[in-house]
């Protein structure tokens, strides 16, 4: 079992910076590849990022590319998701979630281990 806990999450201006973070138990969370999802109020959980169990490769949906950066520290049991440039349509609850089941990272039904969110609100 992995439980991942969330943080980092908060008020920040467009164009501000936020680094959230995914810190996790277990021992296999080392062997785990990550994925960041977000959800706005009254939309659709959607795709963020993800990156490899050994953080080689690295994938972003269109809106975010060139601003966030995910990265991860198996000796913290930690993945990160650095949030630059902010933009008001970036606000949401950013969710962490691992070991995906198949090969569609992108899609939140893949994944066995979630957690329970932090807030990102960025102000115009």
């Known amino acids: 079992q992995v439980q991942l806990v969330e943080s980092g999450g908060g008020l920040v201006q467009a164009g501000g910076s936020l680094r959230v973070s995914c810190a996790a138990s277990?021992?296999?969370?080392?062997?785990?590849?990550v994925g960041w999802f977000r959800q706005a109020p009254g939309k659709e959980r959607e795709f963020v990022a993800f990156i490899t169990w050994n953080g080689g490769n690295a994938y972003y949906t269109d809106s975010v590319k060139g601003r966030f950066t995910i990265s991860r520290d198996n000796a913290k049991n930690t993945v990160y998701l650095q949030m630059n440039s902010l933009k008001p349509e970036d606000t949401a609850v950013y969710y962490c979630?691992?070991?995906?089941?198949?090969?569609?990272?992108?899609?939140?039904?893949?994944?066995?281990?979630w957690g329970q969110g932090t807030q990102v609100t960025v102000s115009s």
């Open positions: 979630a691992a070991d995906p089941r198949g090969n569609s990272y992108y899609s939140s039904p893949e994944y066995n281990y």
């Open positions: 277990g021992r296999t969370f080392s062997s785990y590849a």
